[in-house]
Every structure is written in structure tokens, then in C-alpha cells.
């Protein structure tokens, strides 16, 4: 009888919070701006895991603009568009996309925009895309003097947000709950400091997720918690929804894995993933970047960690208190759904592009 009544008080405890972040989430107004634009899109081309983004930024402009074409990097792309006149094609990410269909694009007198998703890692890439575009937009704050320096007229920070259709709070069964969530490859960086916590985890209902974790020293002792693949998005914001703690750690600008930024060029502004922890109105644990605070107010919004031992400590925390737990996840959620959104971000692009 306890063992119903202890699963009835959880399952109540449960129901009630994810009502307390539905009635937060129907709090916010959604209203938005419809612009009589006629947009092509240009998707990566990347497939998984991009085409979850591609999909993303697709939805979100036919909710801002009248009319919406789609095309992949793979196509004809110039031909498309000097068939159907577009105001503004729009090009994400562009590492797929040759300069020669950009170049065809502006002889038609047609706008054409890229969104760089991945800098700095790929500016070894992206420097010989850029000089090409009317318009470049990248997530990084540090690349746009790095643009400019490269003769591109219009370059503007403009970081990925969230897509809250996917990345939001749910109610996972209990069998999905973790204490601790980490998702995400294991660059070399990554793996020097979880050698370090490994022992840590290892006492903790702990979930890794993601590939080349067998590169830790100790594999062994955490392996019964990693699950080595890739996650589709609503995997992964069901993964964020059960933890209690979601890590997050930014990939090292100058990590030997996948790198291709020779300039070494820093990186300030926080992932992507930043704000798809918090859109799911959990606690993120984050390692600090330059720019985090203009984002979301250390201590208040998100927590911060700059060394294993200091992470070790604020898990230890945050698992014993719970409710300051949850303030601080709902506050997060309130902030992203405010600023963070791609509605959010696209409107910001839209309005340089068109004017507010």
C-alpha cells in the first residue's frame, strides 16, 4: 500500500509541475509578423542530424512570410530562383551549396543570405563561401570581424535559438528519469574532463548520450550509462525532460576532432543546445562562454560551472533542493520562450532584411 500511495504523491508531483510550465508556456504572447514576402529557403542538403534544423527554419518561415519556397543545397537552386523570383533566398549552413549557383543568383538581381551554423569549427570552409553573399549571418559573435576582414559588406551575429514545437516540457514515465543528462559527442576536450568526474557519475543515475565515448580511460566504469548514437530532436528533449540535471558543454574551438578553424578563432557565443535544455524547463548545468549572460542571468536563469570539482558540488546542490531547482528551470524557460525562439531570430533576420 505505501509503495501505491509513494507512486500516486510522485505521479501527482510530476503531473503538477508539468502544469505549472503549460500554464507559464500559454503566458507568453505568440502573436507574430506576417511580412508580404515571398522567401526561398535553402536547406542544408546535410541530412541527419541537419535536417531536424532544416525542418526547424522551414516551419518558422511560413509563419512570417506570405510565401515560402523550399529547396535543397542539392538542387538546381539558381534556376529555381530565377523561375519564381523570390525578394530573398536564404541559405542554411551553405558548406553543401556551390558558390557557383550564389553567384548565378546575384546576376539575376536576387538577394541571396547565408546563415553559417557551425562557425568557427568550419571557418577554413566558410571563408571562401562568405565574400560571395549579399548577407552573411553567423551564430558566433567572434566570426563577424573575421567576415569583414574578408571584404563582406553586411555580416551580423545571429546565434540558433529553439524550435519549441520539439524542444519543450513534457511528462515522461518514470522509467525515463534520470538525475543527470549529458548529450553529445565526445570531442578530445570533452573527454579530458569527464575522465575527471567519471568516478563521480559512476555513483549517480546518470545518462550519457551520444558517440566516440569510448574514448574515455575509464569506459568501463561508465558504460552500463552511455548510450552511443545520435538522437532525432523529440528523442532528445524527451531525454532533457527526465533528467533533473541536463550538462551542458560547449565543443572547444580548438578541439582536434572535426576541426577546421586553422585561425583558431574563439568562440564566445553559447550552442545551440542552450537553449533546447531550457525550452524543456529543466536545470542546465553550463560551462561559462564570454556572451552566456547576455542570454540568460547566471545563477537566476541557468547555472554555471568552471572546473569538475565546481560541477560536482552544484549536482550535489541542486538534487537536495529541489524547489530552488525548479525556479531556476522555470525562469529559464520563461526567458527562452520570450528572446530564444526562431520566430525570435528569424524576425530579427527578416527586419534587417526588409526593414522593421
Same mark, same amino acid.
Request: hydrophobic share 40%; proline share 6%.
Given at each position: ?107 539575376? @538581381? +536576387? ?13 577554413? /570552409? $566558410? !571563408? #571562401? ?80 548520450? @551520444? +558517440? ?13 550509462? /552511455? $548510450? !552511443? #548514437? ?81 560541477? +560536482? ?44
Amino acid at each position: 500500500m505505501h509503495g501505491r500511495e509513494a507512486a500516486y504523491a510522485l505521479g501527482w508531483e510530476h503531473g503538477y509541475w508539468y502544469g505549472q510550465c503549460e500554464a507559464l508556456i500559454q503566458s507568453i504572447p505568440q502573436s507574430v509578423q506576417i511580412r508580404p514576402i515571398h522567401v526561398l529557403f535553402v536547406a542544408t542538403g546535410k541530412g541527419f542530424p541537419y535536417s531536424p534544423l532544416d525542418e526547424a527554419i522551414a516551419e518558422t518561415l511560413r509563419m512570417l512570410a506570405v510565401r515560402v519556397s523550399i529547396a535543397s543545397a542539392k538542387l538546381p537552386v539558381a534556376e529555381i530562383a530565377a523561375r519564381l523570383r523570390p525578394d530573398v533566398v536564404i541559405v542554411l549552413d551553405g558548406l553543401e551549396f556551390e558558390t557557383t549557383e550564389v553567384d548565378a543568383i546575384r546576376r539575376e @538581381g +536576387i538577394r541571396i543570405v547565408v546563415w553559417f551554423t557551425d562557425d568557427p569549427y568550419y571557418t577554413d /570552409i $566558410t !571563408s #571562401r563561401l562568405a565574400p560571395h553573399y549579399d548577407h552573411v549571418f553567423t551564430l558566433e559573435r567572434t566570426c563577424v570581424p573575421f567576415y569583414q576582414a574578408l571584404g563582406c559588406q553586411n555580416v551580423h551575429h545571429l546565434p540558433l535559438g529553439v524550435y519549441p514545437t520539439v524542444f519543450r516540457p513534457g511528462n515522461p514515465p518514470r522509467s525515463a528519469r534520470k538525475e543527470i543528462s549529458f548529450v553529445g559527442s565526445a570531442y578530445w576536450k570533452r573527454v579530458g574532463f569527464f575522465d575527471q568526474i567519471s568516478d563521480y557519475l559512476q555513483t549517480k543515475d546518470t545518462l550519457i548520450t @551520444g +558517440i566516440w565515448w569510448e574514448r574515455l580511460r575509464d569506459y568501463s566504469k561508465l558504460a552500463p550509462k /552511455i $548510450t !552511443s #548514437r545520435w538522437m532525432e530532436p523529440d528523442e532528445t528533449a524527451a531525454n532533457y525532460n527526465g533528467a533533473k540535471i541536463v550538462i551542458n558543454m560547449h565543443r572547444a574551438h580548438d578541439d582536434e576532432s572535426f576541426n577546421n578553424n586553422s585561425l583558431a578563432i574563439n568562440a564566445v557565443s553559447p550552442n545551440p543546445r542552450t537553449f533546447e535544455i531550457s525550452a524543456c524547463a529543466t536545470l542546465q548545468l553550463t560551462d561559462i562562454r564570454m556572451d552566456l549572460p547576455l542570454y540568460y542571468l547566471p545563477d537566476i536563469e541557468i547555472v554555471t560551472y568552471s572546473s569538475p570539482q565546481e560541477m +560536482i558540488e552544484k549536482i550535489e546542490y541542486y538534487l537536495a533542493h529541489e524547489q530552488e531547482r525548479r525556479l531556476i528551470a522555470l525562469r529559464g524557460l520563461h526567458r527562452t520562450l520570450r528572446e530564444h525562439t526562431y520566430v525570435k531570430r528569424l524576425e530579427t533576420m527578416l527586419a534587417i532584411l526588409f526593414g522593421v
